[in-house]
Every structure is written in structure tokens, then in C-alpha cells.
């Protein structure tokens, strides 16, 4: 039987859940995801949790913040002006936004808190600073 490698093009269901339990993401219901081991097409923590599986096999691996969305960085919070959103726009805290940085780069933000005319935006992912745990079934492996 062969072994999930470096390269290996793999399908594989998944449950992600925080250390409270809480489910943040699953493939139930849906197609495995697929991707190719080693490629950064997952976090590493996810690559590197699929390496010396086989098929059929079940594993629930746990990654640290630092191999998965990164650590919670305080420098990724700003405040703009609640006139600099469109009209139309309702500025509430967790609504998902978007602008462009200084460098002409897409980056998604959620509106963090409304004080006033304040607001505070936080480009960290939603999963930033947490450890992660995943409940993996390899389904196919493709060379």
C-alpha cells in the first residue's frame, strides 16, 4: 500500500475544530479536498499532518498557530474615518471589507469595532493566533 510523500496529489476529508470544540470548516456533504503534498497549497501544518498516510486511514492531527494562519499581530489592526466607506455602505463591526494598501495589493479586512466616526479594521485571518485541529480521512492518492 502506498504512503502519502512529498508530491503525492491527494484527496482527503477533513473537519477543523478549535481546542473548545467548536467547528470552524468540514468537506462533509462536499468533495475531498485535493491537493498536491508540499506545494503550499494547504498550511503547512495540514501538509505536513497528510505525510505517511495511507488510504482508508483516519488521523486527527493538531497545529500550532505558527504552522497554520500565524500568530494574532496587533500591527494588522488600523483606524480609518467611518466617511472614508462608500454611502451606502453600513459600517458595523463584522462586516467583511476590502481596500487596496499603499502598494496597490488586495487585502481583506473586518471591521473590528465602530466607536463614533471610528473604526477599527483587522486584516489578521479570522484564524489567526489559534491552534487548529483536524480530523483527516485519506481518500485517494495519485502518484
Do not use: C, W
Amino acid at each position: 500500500m502506498s504512503k502519502v510523500t512529498e508530491g503525492s496529489k491527494i484527496k482527503v476529508h477533513y473537519t477543523g475544530k478549535l481546542e473548545d470544540g467548536t467547528k470552524f470548516d468540514s468537506s462533509a456533504g462536499r468533495d475531498p479536498l485535493q491537493f498536491t503534498v508540499g506545494q503550499g497549497q494547504v498550511i503547512k501544518g495540514f501538509d505536513d499532518g497528510v505525510l505517511d498516510m495511507e488510504v482508508g486511514d483516519n488521523k486527527t492531527i493538531t497545529i500550532p498557530a505558527e504552522q497554520a494562519y500565524g500568530e494574532y499581530r496587533e500591527e494588522l489592526i488600523t483606524k480609518v474615518k467611518a466617511d472614508q466607506f462608500p454611502d451606502n455602505f453600513e459600517v458595523k463591526q463584522g462586516v467583511r471589507v476590502q481596500a487596496r494598501s499603499p502598494e496597490n495589493q488586495l487585502v481583506q479586512f473586518v471591521i473590528k469595532e465602530v466607536d463614533g466616526d471610528d473604526v477599527k479594521l483587522d486584516a489578521n485571518h479570522e484564524l489567526a493566533g489559534k491552534t487548529l485541529i483536524f480530523d483527516l480521512e485519506l481518500v485517494e492518492i495519485n502518484a
